[in-house]
């Protein structure tokens, strides 16, 4: 598939590396649509990107808000054959810490936003996908998930998000071997530390030592490696049913 055929949707879309990836289908000439739980970034975001943007307000935990904004997108869009699922919660909290017990509540927060949320998503999609007619190859779709280096070497404060992250890597292959007959494929990214929001509000002192962390290059990823990444696996037909760490070589400490 080529990225000015695309017609994607992009779950976190309105920042970080859901905004990065609707950057680089817009400017290769495809159509995108954002789902966000931040209106006003959404709005923003949309009218920076132009005429080929749309948003949608959804939140990835309700399954009626993602059947109804991934439905919608598809009518938008003429049609839906990339999704890429970049909403997710990075939270910590030690299993058992200074204030108690990790809740069981917490837990199932994280699990919710970041597992259940990439499943209702992915589901929604490859739903739509399905009654495209297929190209090359036979393909109708491709569906990427985000998971974590986390997934793999988790940290202390780290058990919920490990969790979620490390489920998202388990759904990968047998999503990918389900959706094969419909012409839909399926893959992960495991992304290192990346200059998303929530590390960019840190001071450059300690982003600096974040990158220095990495082996090679040693700096914070950048969310438009990411987007590259994207891109390669919308084109490259062969990439099917697997995680790709992108991490620059980092293994995380244990804290």
Not at 71 to 84: K, T
């Amino acid at each position: 598939m080529q990225m000015q055929d695309v017609r994607a949707i992009v779950t976190g879309g309105a920042s970080g590396l859901g905004l990065a990836v609707a950057e680089s289908v817009v400017s290769a000439g495809g159509r995108v649509a954002l789902l966000d739980v931040n209106e006003q970034a959404g709005h923003a975001a949309t009218q920076a990107l132009g005429g080929n943007a749309y948003f949608y307000p959804a939140d990835v935990t309700s399954e009626a808000a993602i059947d109804a904004a991934v439905h919608a997108a598809g009518e938008q869009l003429g049609g839906l054959n990339v999704a890429v699922n970049c909403a997710g919660v990075g939270w910590p909290r030690r299993l058992v810490g200074k204030d108690g017990p990790m809740s069981a509540e917490f837990f199932r927060k994280v699990i919710e936003i970041n597992l259940v949320g990439t499943l209702l998503t992915c589901r929604a999609a490859a739903v739509a996908m399905q009654r495209n007619s297929p190209g090359a190859d036979g393909e109708r779709g491709v569906i990427i998930m985000t998971a974590s280096v986390a997934a793999f070497d988790g940290q202390i404060g780290q058990v919920a998000y490990s969790a979620s992250k490390g489920g998202v890597v388990g759904m990968t292959l047998p999503m990918a071997r389900e959706l094969a007959s419909s012409g839909i494929r399926v893959m992960t990214i495991a992304p290192g530390i990346f200059r998303t929001p929530m590390v960019a509000g840190l001071s450059a002192e300690a982003q600096e030592s974040l990158g220095k962390q990495v082996p090679f290059p040693s700096r914070l990823g950048a969310p438009a490696e990411y987007a590259l990444l994207v891109r390669q696996i919308v084109e490259n037909t062969m990439l099917n049913g697997e995680t790709i760490r992108l991490d620059g070589a980092i293994r995380m400490a244990p804290r």
